[in-house]
């Protein structure tokens, strides 16, 4: 038996993500991770493929409250995996959930705003880059702009130019940017991402069914490299109601 309650503080809960024994700490009053998020850590392991990460370093921009590294930790062979989160309450959430899986050796969390990543970290000093950013567009239609809720889901403290600046200074040159986003801004993600250096080189579409429109997009990006984008297959969520495709059952691990 785990002794959890240690880590734990009111209002919080422990969750077993399925994978390598990983846990982690949350709290459904502020912000608890989603599929994107571990969508997104799939795609990245298959970006990564056969290639030795052994001697890699990840950064994840905007951890939340950790689920990035913490998947990666087991998806992967990386070096460290560091995660930048502006909130502190998040941040420290995170980090008890890095001391509850006993990986202090491998994850690191930094409290800090993606829009100072470059004078937080070394220019040129990760393989790879993740980022699960706020989708919608400044704080229309929020009544509290500043809640946990609010900041992970809208561009409150940070917008997508800041993403794409930040991976752009601290990616090695040959590095990859992977992020998961909405399709309805497709046109702005990539003329932004070029902008940067950031080259989309892989591409899948997320479906609900599959009679329906995607509502998640996922990239794979190549600092510096040369222009050529691979649309691989679609990725369906559900076979029917409250039933996942074989595929999301492979990228959670059941």
Do not use: W
């Amino acid at each position: 038996m785990h002794d959890d309650a240690q880590f734990l503080k009111p209002g919080e809960k422990v969750d077993d993500l399925q994978r390598s024994g990983l846990r982690i700490i949350q709290d459904p009053a502020r912000f608890c991770f989603g599929m994107d998020a571990v969508l997104l850590t799939g795609f990245v392991q298959d970006g990564i493929g056969s290639r030795p990460m052994s001697g890699e370093d990840l950064l994840d921009l905007g951890t939340g409250t950790g689920i990035i590294p913490l998947l990666m930790s087991a998806k992967s062979d990386c070096r460290t995996l560091t995660g930048l989160e502006i909130q502190p309450d998040s941040a420290e959430m995170a980090l008890r959930s890095v001391k509850m899986n006993r990986l202090e050796d491998r994850i690191r969390i930094v409290q800090g705003d993606i829009r100072e990543a470059d004078a937080i970290f070394a220019p040129a000093s990760f393989g790879i880059v993740t980022c699960n950013p706020p989708y919608m567009i400044k704080s229309h239609g929020l009544q509290n702009p500043q809640s946990p809720k609010a900041i992970a889901r809208h561009e409150v403290l940070c917008e997508f130019e800041d993403v794409a600046h930040a991976a752009e200074r601290l990616l090695k040159p040959g590095g990859h940017f992977y992020l998961v986003h909405r399709p309805f801004r497709l046109a702005e993600i990539m003329t932004t991402l070029r902008d940067h250096g950031l080259e989309p080189k892989r591409m899948r579409l997320v479906y609900p069914y599959v009679d329906r429109e995607p509502n998640m997009v996922l990239l794979d990006c190549v600092r510096g490299g040369r222009p050529r984008l691979s649309v691989e297959k679609p990725l369906i969520v559900y076979k029917e109601p409250g039933v996942y495709t074989e595929e999301i059952y492979e990228v959670y691990g059941y």
